[in-house]
Nanobody, 123 residues
Framework: VQLVESGGGLVQAGGSLRLSCAAS????????MGWFRQVPEKEREFVAG????????YYADSVKGRFSISRDNAKSTVYLQMHSLRPGDMAVYYC?????????????????WGQGTQVTVSS
C-alpha cells in the first residue's frame, strides 16, 4: 500500500487546513489509519487515528476539539481537518496505515507510511 499525503501549506495562526491521504488500493476492514507529525530533532508523535468503519476515532490531547479525522473507504482516502491552528502544530504530517483492526498511538503498530506533508503556521 502506498500512501500519498496532500493539503499541507502555510497558514496563519487560528486558520484551518485539511490534509488528505490517498491509498494506492482499497484498504481492508483490518486497516486502521492514523496521522502523525514530526518536527526536527524530535520524535514523531501521534495525532489522530480512525477505525476502518470510521466509527471509532481517537486523538492526542493536544489536538482534541481542534482536529477531526475521517475517512472515505470508497475513495481509499483519509482526511485530517485542522482548525484553530497554532505555531505548535507546525510539523511534517504523516499518514500511516496499520494492518490490523485495532491500533493505538504507537507508531510501531503502523506498517505503511506516506512521505509527509509540511504544515507551517505563522504567528
Amino acid at each position: 500500500v502506498q500512501l500519498v499525503e496532500s493539503g499541507g501549506g502555510l497558514v496563519q495562526a487560528g486558520g484551518s487546513l485539511r490534509l488528505s491521504c490517498a491509498a494506492s488500493r482499497r484498504t481492508s476492514s483490518n486497516n486502521v489509519m492514523g496521522w502523525f507529525r514530526q518536527v526536527p530533532e524530535k520524535e514523531r508523535e501521534f495525532v489522530a487515528g480512525i477505525s476502518w468503519s470510521g466509527g471509532s476515532t481517537y486523538y492526542a490531547d493536544s489536538v482534541k476539539g481542534r482536529f477531526s479525522i475521517s475517512r472515505d473507504n470508497a475513495k481509499s482516502t483519509v482526511y485530517l481537518q485542522m482548525h484553530s491552528l497554532r505555531p505548535g502544530d507546525m510539523a511534517v504530517y504523516y499518514c500511516a496505515a496499520a494492518r490490523k483492526a485495532v491500533a493505538g498511538s504507537d507508531e510501531g503498530e503502523y506498517n505503511y507510511w506516506g512521505q509527509g506533508t509540511q504544515v507551517t503556521v505563522s504567528s
